[in-house]
């Protein structure tokens, strides 16, 4: 699909930054931008977000070379963010709210989630997505959608980031290594621990040393 390569390559990204945007493999996206397999409107909507451009240019609806400058497709502003501490990808950590640094973002990000903040990954549960030591730009809210990857407080203190599922059976946090199990909160768990929503991971920095 040429839409994909060409906002791809536009944005300075390589494959492998969009197929960990989806949650894929670089091979898999890679098939996708080939035009091998058709990519769903779900996953269209997530590259446009990662992008920040509209989502009818993914689709190819609107030409991309003549609508750069209005969609903002090349960045060159950044602003920065306060790092607060680290967040273990585990069940026995807690976030430690003190600011160690910051680090630099698109300023389009900042300003569409305002209040965003970065903390570093200690710990191999949501391998290979996030590794240990990449640094994940947080979105503060306690509304995220089941399927997305958030921090989540554990009994006021403890907290985690795992990818959510949210149904009648409670909240379900979810590795993405397979040497960790998916733990289910019932209802009554999440109001008694308590169990809360804290952020939503909008975006992944790897380290790549």
Same mark, same amino acid.
């Given at each position: ?65 003549? @609508? #750069? &400058?209005?969609?903002?497709?090349? /960045?060159?502003?950044?602003?920065? +963010? %306060? ?76 907290? @985690? #980031? &795992?990818?959510?599922?949210?149904? /009648?059976?409670?909240?379900?946090? +979810? %590795? ?34």
């Amino acid at each position: 699909m040429e839409s994909l390569r060409q906002v791809r390559t536009m944005k300075k990204k390589t494959q492998q930054d969009a197929a960990d945007a989806l949650g894929i493999s670089r091979p898999m996206y890679a098939a996708y931008e080939q035009g091998r397999f058709k990519m769903s409107d779900d996953k269209l909507a997530t590259l446009a977000e990662f992008y920040d451009v509209p989502l009818d240019i993914m689709t190819g609806k609107i030409d991309i070379k003549r @609508t #750069i &400058k209005e969609a903002e497709v090349i /960045e060159s502003t950044t602003v920065k +963010i %306060p790092m607060v501490g680290h967040i273990r990808a585990g069940y026995d950590a807690y976030a430690e709210q003190n600011i160690e640094g910051y680090m630099e973002i698109e300023e389009s990000l900042a300003k569409r989630f305002p209040g965003c903040f970065v903390l570093n990954v200690y710990g191999n549960s949501m391998e290979p997505e996030i590794h240990n030591g990449d640094k994940v730009v947080v979105q503060p809210t306690t509304n995220v959608n089941s399927g997305d990857v958030a921090i989540v407080s554990l009994s006021g203190d403890e907290a @985690t #980031i &795992k990818r959510v599922r949210i149904d /009648e059976n409670g909240i379900t946090i +979810i %590795p993405t290594n397979s040497k960790y199990k998916s733990i289910t909160y019932t209802p009554e768990e999440v109001e008694g621990l308590p169990v809360t929503i804290c952020g939503r991971v909008i975006q992944v920095r790897h380290n790549y040393y």
